[in-house]
């Protein structure tokens, strides 16, 4: 990967009259951006063929900040909205950022259903644990124990695991990776980019203002410390399963890379077929 | 010029159903995408964009539920493409978040919902006209939808072309309010002549690129309806649901630009109601009582104010055709010399709370309700237009 | 002219299927017409009514009230529908499927083992078209060219089948006095 630097993105992709953003200090969406706008320039996408869609949340902002066009949707309904982009225009590349709310609690259903099809999407989802712009209410991402201002004496229900439901629905491309993994992430950010397909990268990425203060990581430097200690890459965990060990930290890493014909070519086909 | 749907159908009288109808309307009008749920009565829309949508190089869709059918339709009106979805009273509730977006947005789609019996899951096979006030108010805030509702299987045909120009003319979600019996009432229609349809299609941006401030008007058009650059132009719209500037930036803190923004969005169809409220009426010159009706309702109204008629009675009759936005200014003048409306619906009396707001005050303004799926008997009318004569 | 058709009977029967062929077929004789449908939520089985109103005018009152002619296909629709026919009209029923098909009143009868014919063809499916070659038979509202026409349209499937069913009507058919 060639060094690409700030200046450059900023000046390249950034929309600088939306500046500066609403994100709060240590908080990973901006990270999160960067990372996107590094595998887009890289990758050398043309930017005017490029829809970013986003749901509501934080992470749901960063459609504004880029200099490109941008559906700011519905509380959970970026998918859908992305959907009837991609469908009408095939020409478009569309890429989905949406947080883990939006994606797995009230866009859930949105989410299955664009896998089982095959959408060629590439959904980005930033995962905080929590609901940070409603101040850090408990998420269906959320570990157990955790505190939010609505689990105040700690989290008692099981987090989903967004990346293993994209995984066994079918996504042709799946990976995580936290911001504590910038190369890793923009590489397969990239990946992702290139998969004709549903493709999707989760981030695990710091709130310190929200979930990381309530669970006493206040600082990203707290919580970019948990990133690194409470995760396993996906080759080190199978090769300790292999042994019979157990652990319960977080698998990061890419889960598949397949080739699946995606709905708008197989719509394709079948309208030709017709006539 | 061709119309390719025209062309492929090869035919011109047909004998069809209110959904076919507004399947065949929506792709005279170059609907290219329809996404949707089944629901009874209005499956048979959907049915019928499974079929010609692939055949015509438009895409059809069956979305996981009837949020996200208007969510992909906006998505895809985005891109340029007019979209469509149908739906029926539950499934109405469901798009009405959605429904609201497009309206701040300024996201042309044609919503159709062929009315059942509510509330909740009611009646489905049964017709109702009981989502009149939600077409108009169903969702939050302050805005301006356009709603049509036709009384036959042509007349569907035709609004239904009329939804799309309206549409794309305002920027606006038009809503189709069918109900059950219309639409799966068949009748004779006879598709119009290609000369005689108007087919309405987006403004483009024309400016510049760097100019371009996708809310900025007056300047592709005299109204106060933006104009439009597709996703994928190189125009780098940024759309949203928040209150935003000319930019399209969300600003959701100023009064000022809250303010400015929704009167916009409600005065760019209110400054034009005079050309989009559409209406029919019969017998007025003298007549001291006015039957108003609108949708499959004005049909037995119609058999009514005929028989009344000829009994010598002074009696009329309004139809509203576009019944959202409500013409207070033109119904007043309607009106105005009756001593007794009547206002037939088969819901427990909702158009006829504007009618109440526009009426002298000793105006006389009797509601005759129906509900339970059956639609108003002609004599039901009359008995009422006859117990109200002097 | 005006006049009202209804037919009645239960789901699974093609009730509604009968209506469109009759309004279709009215259409291409010239007239306007409106066909509706009353039906329950069941796919099989349930109750089924299907109303054509032809007419040389425009026709605002979409329904039929006292049917001109009604064809009737159930035991539960000949308790509900036959005493809606208008004087002198004429009910057509299958006397198979309503066995108690008592009724006063000044109306022109006339049964059609429609069933039984259409098993005789080969399914029970047709019967409804064998209820309509009847209803061409015994009423003159409707050319014989057109009713042919439609359902040549309506269903282009097994059309030998149906053809065949639709003369069995015409020819089985008895009118009671």
Redesign the interface.
């Known amino acids: 990967m060639s060094f690409t630097s700030n200046s450059l993105i900023i000046e390249k992709y950034l929309r600088k009259d939306m500046l500066p953003t609403i994100f709060c200090t240590g908080c990973g969406i901006g990270s999160v951006m960067n990372f996107a706008l590094r595998a887009i320039h890289d990758l050398n996408i043309d930017i005017n063929k490029t829809v970013f869609v986003s749901g509501i949340g934080c992470s749901s902002r960063i459609p504004g900040y880029i200099y490109s066009d941008g559906l700011h949707s519905l509380h959970g309904r970026a998918i859908a909205y992305a959907t009837g982009v991609k469908l009408a225009n095939p020409e478009l590349k569309v890429v989905v950022f949406t947080g883990d709310g939006d994606c797995g609690a009230i866009g859930g259903n949105h989410f299955l259903h664009a896998i089982r099809r095959n959408v060629d999407l590439t959904v980005i989802s930033i995962n905080n644990f929590t609901y940070g712009m409603t101040g850090g209410q408990v998420a269906p991402t959320t570990p157990l124990k955790s505190k939010t201002t609505t689990t105040p004496y700690g989290n008692i229900e099981y987090p989903i695991d967004l990346s293993m439901i994209a995984k066994v629905i079918g996504a042709p491309y799946v990976a995580r990776w936290t911001t504590a993994h910038p190369v890793q992430c923009i590489s397969s950010i990239k990946k992702a980019l290139q998969r004709k397909g549903f493709s999707f990268v989760e981030v695990l990425s710091p709130c310190p203002t929200s979930y990381g203060r309530l669970n006493k990581m206040g600082t990203t430097l707290d919580m970019t410390k948990y990133f690194k200690e409470s995760t396993i890459n996906i080759k080190l965990y199978e090769k300790m399963l292999a042994e019979g060990k157990i652990t319960d930290k977080i698998v990061i890493g890419e889960f598949v890379d397949i080739e699946k014909e995606d709905f708008n070519t197989k719509y394709k086909k079948f309208c030709s077929d017709l006539k | 010029m061709a119309n390719d749907f025209i062309k492929l159908l090869g035919k011109k ?1 047909l ?1 069809i159903q209110g959904d076919e109808a507004v399947v065949y309307g929506a792709l005279i009008a170059n609907c ?2 329809f ?1 949707g749920y089944p629901i ?1 009565p209005a499956t048979e829309v959907a049915e019928g964009m499974a079929i010609w949508m ?2 015509l ?1 438009g ?1 059809y ?1 069956q ?3 009837e ?2 059918s208007i ?11 007019k ?1 469509m979805t149908a739906t029926s009273g539950p499934g109405f509730s469901l798009m009405q ?2 429904i609201g ?1 497009a309206c701040m947005a300024e996201i042309p789609c044609v919503i159709v919902n062929v009315q059942r019996g509510g509330p909740s899951t009611g009646q ?2 049964e017709a109702a006209q009981g989502d009149v006030m939600q077409a108009m108010w169903g969702t939050h805030g302050d805005h301006q939808v356009i709603a049509l509702a036709p009384k036959s299987v042509q007349e569907t045909l035709d609004l239904t072309i009329e939804a799309f120009n309206l549409s794309e003319d305002y920027r606006v979600p038009v809503i189709l309010l069918l109900d059950a ?1 219309i639409g ?5 229609v006879v598709l119009p002549e290609i000369t005689d349809i108007r087919v309405e299609e987006r403004v483009p941006a024309t400016i510049g690129a760097d100019k371009y401030r996708p809310y900025r008007t007056g300047f592709t058009r005299s109204s106060k309806v933006p104009e439009f650059a ?3 132009s ?9 209150t935003h500037d000319k ?1 399209g ?2 600003v959701t803190t100023s009064a000022e630009v809250h303010e400015e923004l929704v009167r916009r969005l409600i005065e760019k169809v209110h400054d034009d109601i005079d050309m989009i409220w559409y209406y029919e009426s019969s017998f007025l010159e003298d007549a001291e009582i006015i039957v108003v009706s609108y949708g ?1 309702t004005s ?2 109204a ?2 009514a104010v ?1 028989m009344a008629r000829k009994n010598d009675i002074k009696v009329g009759h309004v139809r509203l055709i576009t019944i959202w936005p409500f013409n207070y200014e033109k119904m007043r003048n309607l009106l105005k010399n009756a001593h007794t409306i009547i206002v037939p619906e088969m819901n427990l009396g909702q158009m006829i709370h504007p009618i109440r707001e526009i009426v002298e005050r000793n105006t006389k303004v009797i509601s005759a309700p129906k509900i339970g ?1 059956a ?1 108003h ?2 004599y039901e009318i009359l008995k009422i237009i006859e117990g109200n004569k002097n | 002219m005006k006049a009202g058709i209804r037919i009645s009977g239960f789901g699974g029967q093609g009730i509604i299927l009968s209506g469109v062929i009759v309004g279709k077929a009215a259409v291409l004789d010239g007239f306007n017409v409106v066909q509706t449908q009353s039906y329950g939520p069941e796919a099989r089985g349930g109750f089924t009514r299907s109303e054509v109103v032809i007419s040389d005018e425009e026709i605002d009152y979409p329904k039929v009230e006292s049917a001109t002619v009604s064809i009737i296909m159930s035991q539960e629709a000949f308790f509900k529908y036959a005493l809606r026919t208008k004087r002198e009209g004429i009910i057509i029923y299958d006397p198979e499927l309503i066995p108690d098909n008592r009724i006063e009143g000044n109306f022109k009868l006339a049964e059609i083992n429609a069933t039984r014919t259409a098993s005789e063809l080969g399914t029970k499916i047709v019967a409804n078209i064998v209820m309509l070659g009847a209803f061409n038979e015994v009423c003159s509202l409707i050319s014989k060219d057109a009713m042919i026409e439609s359902i040549k349209d309506s269903i282009p499937k097994m059309l030998d089948l149906n053809l065949s069913a639709f003369e069995a009507g015409k020819k089985k058919v008895k009118i009671k006095t």
């Open positions: 009288n004998f290219r995408f996404a009874t692939p055949k190089g895409i869709i979305m996981e539920d949020i996200a969510a992909a339709v906006i998505g895809a009106s985005c891109t340029g493409v979209s978040e959605c977006y489905p096979t019996e799966h009432m068949r009748e004779k597709p996703f994928g190189g125009y780098k719209t940024y759309v949203t649901g928040l930019r930036f969300p499959t049909r037995p119609v058999s005929k799926g639609i008997t002609p």
